[in-house]
């Protein structure tokens, strides 16, 4: 503004021009001191109210009160001699000339603002706008002689430094904490404040010894002491984003709360510019992170057309993730982990972290296929996350092509099977070539039943089996039974039975399920099947019977059923309504002592002696009983077809 000439003339009065020669303002500041506005340094009355004219001097002096367009207190002086002037006059001059270089002033600072937008609008380089946004705040707010723009970084929980003006390259060193020095405490309380020299002091006073030397370095150390500052937040929709600090060391006129507000609005600007930025940015991550997408989508694609195996699928897995995955696929035992960790497995249903890695499921909104397995993570990234979620896709379709391709062969097979046991199979088919079966050789049937059927334990039952042996492939699903059809001889099947006992413990005690089986007897050849499938049947419904605990193996064959075969044809209500019949006046009595004691008795081949001794009772006791049971039941234990009737009763409804 120096070299900024004002005329002015009031009638007869010489005229007079005011500049920075012959013309000072002093403003009383926010930290309560009396700083050069503008004109040439003088000493001034701090105490001065009204107006002074010292004649000796030739100075006219005049307090001055500003109330708009904001409230100043101006202590304004003309040197000269202005014998004659009226003091109205020149207080009047006085306002004028101040509201005239304010406006001055404004307008400079209005056109650092324009040209601040225009650079905002080029550019969305965050450090360059921050840069630029310093630089304009300084032009535009002539006494500020140095500064520096600070963001936080919620991960290091500090403020660093990416744009400054007036000092070192050792203010990227200095990073406060929350709540320590002016930075800290600023971004802390998101309160804007102007600092005099002790407040300074004061506020910095719990600053860490390598921050402070940081920043004595930065700002020159000597040029401490004279210090003003002033420090805004920097904020958007009340997010806290990072902090100004602006000092002055020079004798300039002090900050005034006008210059307080112009830095707010630098702030909102440097907010403005950072969250444009991150919107930018983000939105050139979401652009590479769909191109990526599309890329690992088309790959995964690509796979499945290839109709490649499992394996083909983990590997590209691992070379694109660039870390060791397994897959455990509960269609084959043979990807299986030790029990305990599959038991764990069992447990998830949704991705986690447990001890052996990150778990990502394999799954359709039904059922289960498998589990991912990404060791060393404990977290998955969004591109990770992208590649397993296509992974997981590819590795859900192949299971369910299986599951297709498997039910395609069960059907075959199923469909063959009807033929045989209905007696209209042909005496030639290339299925019994496909599947290994010899005309003419002996054959017999083994039944499954599953506790807990499904889909996919049959699938994973039928593949254990299909592990322990080999080249047996007639095997299948029949409505809740798994089908098996086998050839050879008595000694073959003799062998059967025994790997089947170890084969299906195994996986009883891996999948806690029930299992019972039924083996029907041997025939001279494939096209009479229909009656090995017939006392399997039966061998399977007896097993089932006498299945009770969870994990449990029951194997029956057909020989061994001895006096049910008799009873496998009536249906179970038959065979309730008979033991009702016998049993029933017993069951009708307070307790089951009278019952208890018919049982031991029969189970003791009628021993008295025997029975006694077992139930720790009297003989006498027990003749009593037995004599009470004789009349409930309306039978004589020693009538052998009375004895059958009873004994047949005890034994089915056991």
């Known amino acids: 503004m120096k070299g900024v000439e004002i005329t002015m003339s009031l009638g007869e009065h010489e005229e007079i021009v005011l500049n920075d020669e012959n013309c000072s303002f002093y403003i009383y500041s926010a930290t309560k001191e009396w700083s050069l506005f503008y004109g040439r340094p003088c000493d001034i009355n701090p105490d001065l109210k009204g107006v002074h004219w010292d004649k000796q001097q030739q100075r006219f002096s005049a307090t001055i009160y500003i109330p708009e367009p904001n409230e100043y207190i101006v202590q304004g002086i003309i040197f000269g001699d202005f014998t004659g002037y009226d003091e109205q006059f020149l207080v009047w001059q006085l306002e004028k000339t101040f509201y005239q270089k304010f406006l001055i002033q404004q307008r400079e600072q209005k056109l650092a603002i324009m040209q601040l937008i225009g650079v905002?609008?080029?550019?969305?380089?965050?450090k360059t706008l921050l840069q630029t946004i310093m630089d304009f705040a300084i032009l535009a707010i002539p006494v500020i002689d140095r500064g520096f723009l600070m963001l936080f970084n919620p991960e290091m929980e500090r403020l660093y430094t990416v744009a400054s003006a007036g000092v070192t390259e050792r203010i990227f060193d200095y990073a406060p904490q929350l709540g320590e020095g002016m930075a800290g405490y600023t971004f802390q309380t998101?309160?804007?404040?102007?600092?005099?020299?002790?407040?300074?002091l004061e506020i910095m006073s719990n600053v860490t010894k390598f921050n402070l030397d940081a920043l004595m370095e930065a700002i020159h150390l000597g040029r401490f002491e004279s210090n003003i500052s002033m420090a805004v937040p920097i904020t958007f929709n009340e997010r806290k984003l990072g902090v100004?600090?602006?000092?002055?060391?020079?004798?300039?006129?002090?900050?005034q709360q006008s210059d307080l507000r112009l830095l707010e609005s630098f702030a909102s600007q440097a907010a403005v510019a950072i969250r444009n930025a991150?919107?930018?940015?983000?939105i050139?991550?979401?652009?590479?992170?769909?191109?990526?997408?599309?890329?690992?989508?088309q790959i995964f694609i690509k796979l499945s057309l290839q109709n490649v195996q499992e394996m083909k699928i983990i590997q590209t897995t691992k070379e694109l993730l660039q870390l060791d995955i397994q897959f455990v696929n509960l269609a084959d035992r043979k990807t299986f982990l030790q029990l305990e960790t599959m038991n764990k497995l069992a447990t998830i249903q949704e991705e986690q972290l447990i001890d052996i890695g990150y778990i990502f499921p394999i799954r359709n909104e039904r059922e289960i296929f498998g589990y991912l397995i990404i060791q060393q993570l404990e977290k998955l990234t969004s591109q990770q996350r992208m590649i397993i979620e296509n992974a997981a896709m590819s590795l859900t379709l192949k299971s369910l092509q299986i599951q297709a391709t498997g039910q395609t062969n069960f059907k075959e097979r199923f469909e063959l099977f009807q033929q045989l046991i209905s007696g209209r199979a042909p005496l030639v088919d290339s299925r019994y070539d496909e599947l290994g079966l010899d005309i003419k050789k002996p054959t017999f049937v083994v039944k499954f039943g599953l506790k807990q059927f499904s889909h996919k334990n049959s699938m994973?039952?039928?593949?254990?089996?299909?592990q322990y042996f080999k080249g047996q492939h007639f095997i299948f699903t029949l409505r809740e039974t798994i089908v098996w059809v086998l050839q050879g001889d008595t000694a073959f099947r003799h062998k059967i039975k025994q790997q089947l006992t170890q084969a299906i413990i195994s996986w009883v005690q891996f999948y806690h399920q029930q299992v019972a089986i039924g083996i029907g007897a041997i025939q001279d050849h494939l096209l009479n099947v229909a009656q090995s499938a017939e006392e399997s049947q039966q061998a399977l419904q007896q097993a089932t019977r006498q299945a009770n605990k969870e994990d449990e193996v029951t194997i029956i064959c057909y020989e061994e059923l001895g006096i049910n075969r008799l009873f496998n044809k009536q249906s179970e209500e038959e065979l309730g309504q008979f033991v009702h019949d016998i049993l029933a006046p017993l069951y009708k009595q307070k307790d089951e002592t009278l019952l208890k004691t018919l049982r031991c008795y029969i189970h003791q081949n009628r021993s008295i002696s025997k029975t006694a001794s077992t139930l720790h009772i009297h003989q006498n006791t027990l003749?009593?009983?037995?004599?009470?049971?004789?009349?409930?039941l309306n039978r004589d234990l020693h009538n052998p077809a009375h004895y059958l009737e009873i004994h047949l009763a005890l034994h089915l409804s056991e």
């Open 120 to 126: 905002m609008n080029s550019t969305l380089k965050i």
């Open 284 to 297: 050139e991550r979401l652009n590479a992170y769909f191109i990526k997408q599309h890329e690992i989508h």
């Open 623 to 632: 003749y009593h009983r037995l004599e009470k049971i004789k009349q409930l």
């Open 278 to 282: 991150e919107a930018y940015e983000e």
């Open 190 to 200: 998101g309160v804007s404040a102007i600092y005099n020299y002790q407040e300074t």
């Open 460 to 466: 994973q039952f039928i593949q254990h089996v299909q």
């Open 244 to 255: 100004m600090i602006v000092h002055q060391y020079t004798n300039k006129r002090a900050f």
